[in-house]
């Protein structure tokens, strides 16, 4: 049962463009929702998160917005830049039920070309 | 100059021996974690620990133990019992302060042949 899906595996913008990926949840009990960059044989770094008492939140490039009716979020990222090139996972948890866990989804790979 | 080793990066193994991946943390960190990724299927919770000399499993814990004798260390064994042990194991950690957010080590590569 996966309760936290990317269905897309990649994606690839032109550099200033605006990337926006996608990420879709089953659990209503989720409260909290992350996202992580990473990039090949290491690990993950933390980007920006969200609590499911907003729906949206802004760090520079990085806006993550929460669309709670639909269980989906969604990371934009403008302007795009080469080095944001990496495989991007969206986190959730449900701090009241689950602690400390997160469930990650399957990831995209972001390009952007030059 | 606070974080997460992993050790080593790359190990290899024979099939059928068991193999210990070390996960040290300096940031004082009540909770730590394992997780595998896999090709496509992001990471996967192994086994986590939110306070010292307790631990539970998580989504696929079977052929694995970890034991958490020391807040700072939180080792995971690797056994003979794990049928596809080939994977990019991720350690984590977590203040409880800090809502959710977890600090990932480099990770270590394990290949067994």
């Known amino acids: 049962d996966q309760q936290v899906k990317q269905n897309s595996p990649s994606l690839s913008v032109q550099e200033g463009r605006i990337s926006i990926l996608n990420c879709d949840y089953t659990n209503s009990m989720f409260d909290y929702f992350l996202w992580y960059k990473k990039y090949p044989a290491e690990g993950p770094t933390f980007l920006i998160s969200?609590?499911?008492?907003?729906d949206k939140n802004e760090d520079g490039r990085f806006t993550v917005f929460l669309n709670k009716s639909a269980k989906h979020l969604s990371l934009h990222i403008v302007p795009s830049q080469p080095g944001d090139s990496a495989v991007y996972f969206c986190?959730?948890?449900?701090?009241?039920?689950?602690?400390?866990?997160?469930?990650f989804g399957e990831g995209t790979q972001l390009t952007v070309n030059p | 100059d606070g974080g997460i080793t992993q050790s080593p990066k790359y190990l290899f193994r024979k099939e059928g021996q068991n193999v210990t991946l070390s996960c040290e943390q300096n940031?004082?960190?009540?909770?730590m974690y394992w997780y595998r990724q896999d090709p496509g299927q992001g990471l996967r919770l192994i086994y986590y620990?939110?306070?010292?000399?307790?631990?539970q499993k998580g989504d696929i814990a079977e052929g694995y133990s970890v034991s958490r004798e020391k807040k700072e260390s939180f080792p995971l064994t690797v056994t003979s019992a794990q049928k596809n042990p080939t994977a990019f194991y991720l350690c984590a950690s977590m203040n409880w302060g800090n809502l959710g957010e977890q600090f990932f080590g480099p990770g270590t590569r394990l290949t067994v042949l």
């Open positions: 986190a959730a948890s449900a701090r009241e039920t689950s602690g400390s866990r997160l469930t």
């Open positions: 969200i609590s499911s008492i907003k």
């Open positions: 620990s939110q306070i010292v000399n307790d631990f």
């Open positions: 940031l004082n960190h009540d909770a």
